[in-house]
């Protein structure tokens, strides 16, 4: 079982920057973990991942060169630095964590999930 909450989330004008964090606790190690996000009325998508040995991420093309993703194992937290923030990346933000060290981006590969964090970019 792994826990996972998430902080860092706010409101923030367009072309600002926001960092999220999420400490993962509990009994297993997880292996991939994932930044999702969802906004009304829309499904929710895998914006970055990353496996356990940090070699191996994704983006989703709308933040590429915008977003990093990173983890610090030691400390069981994986981040995402947002910058050039635009009204479109309002939603709310959620960590998700897998088991297995492969990275997918389908949410239904994901077996723990945060409560979710709001991201508000005003224009």
């Known amino acids: 079982q792994v826990q996972l909450v998430e902080s860092g989330g706010g409101l923030v004008q367009a072309g600002g920057s926001l960092r999220l964090s999420c400490v993962a606790s509990g009994r297993d190690a997880p292996g991939t973990m994932g930044w999702f996000r969802q906004a009304p009325g829309k499904e929710r998508e895998c914006v970055a991942a990353?496996?356990?040995?940090?070699?191996?991420?994704y983006y989703v093309d709308s933040v590429k060169g915008r977003f990093t993703i990173s983890r610090d194992n030691a400390k069981n937290t994986v981040y995402l630095q947002m910058n050039g923030l635009k009204p479109e990346d309002t939603a709310v933000y959620y960590c998700a964590a897998r088991s297995s060290m492969v990275v997918f981006t389908s949410p239904t590969r994901y077996d723990y999930w945060g409560q979710g964090t709001q991201v508000t970019v005003s224009s």
């Open positions: 990353i496996g356990r040995s940090d070699v191996t991420t």
